[in-house]
């Protein structure tokens, strides 16, 4: 890989393809001096997502982030089918933070996706969802050492309740 192809691999990854980003950085003119084709950028992309679905975890919410970032740019029902599969599978054994996150990103995916996903994704995928966002509301508060509410500007358990409330009402909105 030339240098300057590895440089823009390099600007494009750090601001997951996010030319808005690159632009209030003040790199968004040297990345364009590459012009690189958009092909590329798409492996790139995809590059990024299968790197960012291996990394799902329930000890944090970065990949999850990251991958909810980078759908806005890049929609494939792949990364739908493996979000939500991580979240029906890893999820309930997750403290309630964590939980909140997967959720909410889970709907920010979906919404990104909803023009490229079946029905029948869309709908399995909101179910995984509402199952997570529910078991918020109704279990006790369980926080994992590491995580604080304020992480989320949250002040006790109501505030995380009105929270999942809020995306069970954007998954209503998705399915509509």
Known sequence: MTEQLQRAKELYTRFLGHFLDMHKAGLLKEYKSFEIPRE????WLN???LAYAEQLSIRDWDAITALDALSRNYQDSWIVEKVSSFASRNMMSADSLVRLIYAEKLVGI????KQVISKELLFEACKVAVQILENVISQPLVIDPGHELKELG???KRALNSRAEQSLEQVKVLIN
């Open 40 to 43: 590329q950028e798409i492996e």
């Open 47 to 49: 590059e990024m997502a």
């Open 110 to 113: 979906i919404g990104s996706h």
């Open 154 to 156: 949250l002040k006790d």
